[in-house]
């Protein structure tokens, strides 16, 4: 689950700006964005907070993060239940899952209206639950690669072996 940084984080942080609907049809520059935060090794947590962010502000007047099957249950009812406490209504409930339907998040979303989302809402809300699927997995591929040597073995270090002398 997304938690709220300290304010000094997220003024360090670069963070995709708020935008018009008209600025980014169908969240290609929140995309962009995401795309670029994974390549350059950002952090999980602030790629999903940059999804969420980018949805947000395009939707309009909605509250939105990302849980994942592992946060605590107890948690995420407490979540549900201060929304409901400032009149937030659930708005949408999205699963996020690989391409083998194997459930690796949630999108949960509030908005201080009852309604439901338009069918461009559900295409942008759609969007980024690929996008989040995307940034979950390769976070999943990279803790479960190994440096080098075996799973559980650190790597033998030796000497800088030295040129024979006879090829010289």
Known sequence: MIKSDSTADRKSR??????????????????????QSISAGASLPEVLHGICSALDCQIGNV??????????????????????LFGLHTFCSEAIATEKD?????LE??????????ASESQWIERASRL??????????????????LKGNPPERRGVLEWPVFLN
Do not use: N
Request: aromatic content about 4%; overall charge negative; charged content about 20%.
């Open 63 to 84: 509250v939105s993060f990302i849980s994942r099957p592992g946060d605590d249950p107890a948690e995420l009812a407490e979540i549900a239940t201060k929304a409901a």
């Open 109 to 118: 979303m509030y908005c201080s209206s009852l309604r439901s989302p338009s």
């Open 102 to 106: 194997e459930l690796i998040g949630s």
């Open 132 to 149: 989040a699927a995307i940034a979950i997995k390769l976070d999943q591929e990279a803790a479960h690669q190994v440096p080098c040597g």
């Open 14 to 35: 670069k963070s995709m700006p708020c935008q018009s609907e008209q600025a980014i049809p169908h969240l290609s520059s929140a995309e962009e964005w995401v795309l």
